[in-house]
């Protein structure tokens, strides 16, 4: 069973019936987290492979700078 995410990284979402929905940079800097985690590096290669397929002028800039 996963571990709970550490207070400190729970934020950048809003609640809608009770469910919380993160918000579309919280998802994002979720990613990058999740995949450092999981390969315990993340090359530039590897972040720029990653985003290729994103649409990152969508993302709100304030919100990443929590």
Do not use: C
Not at 52 to 60: A, K, Q, R, T, W
């Amino acid at each position: 069973m996963p571990k709970p995410p550490k207070k400190k990284l729970f934020w950048g979402y809003y609640t809608r019936d009770g469910v919380n929905i993160a918000y579309p940079e919280k998802a994002f800097l979720d990613l990058i987290y999740i995949r450092h985690l999981k390969n315990r590096e993340m090359s530039e290669e590897r972040l720029f492979s990653m985003w290729d397929d994103m649409y990152l002028e969508e993302l709100n800039q304030e919100r990443l700078l929590f």
